[in-house]
């Protein structure tokens, strides 16, 4: 059975970055695609960027594009999320998904296991 384990969350100044993992531990990575998720406090969850099994075809949220790059290495069953140029508003909850494929917008409702969350802060 595949299950998620976020890292690489924290506190950061506005105009920093970070780069989030997403390790997946279980026979069946290659098969999902897999879908970054984030929830601000008192907001809905937001679909941030999903990448498809094969690494292609990439998709972003639009307050995203041009800062945030998704990328998957299959040999050690991870997908990352390079964040650049980071704003207060990117703060929240990041959650890494599994689903069958990547569809845009993102539902919530398609991806099959949920890791537990990673806490991105940006502040000064």
């Known amino acids: 059975q595949l299950q998620l384990v976020e890292s690489g969350g924290g506190l950061v100044q506005p105009g920093g970055s970070l780069r989030l993992s997403c390790v997946a531990f279980g026979i069946t990575f290659d098969y999902y695609a897999i879908g970054w998720f984030r929830q601000a406090p008192g907001k809905a969850r937001e679909g941030v960027s999903c990448?498809?099994?094969?690494?292609?075809?990439?998709n972003y949220a639009d307050s995203v594009k041009g800062r945030f790059t998704i990328s998957r290495d299959n040999n050690k069953k991870t997908v990352y999320l390079r964040m650049n140029s980071l704003k207060s508003e990117d703060t929240g909850v990041y959650f890494c998904?599994?689903?069958?494929?990547?569809?845009?917008?993102?539902?919530?409702?398609?991806?099959?296991?949920w890791g537990q969350g990673t806490q991105v802060t940006v502040s000064s």
């Open positions: 998904a599994a689903a069958p494929t990547c569809t845009w917008p993102m539902d919530a409702k398609e991806y099959l296991r």
């Open positions: 990448i498809p099994n094969e690494g292609a075809s990439t």
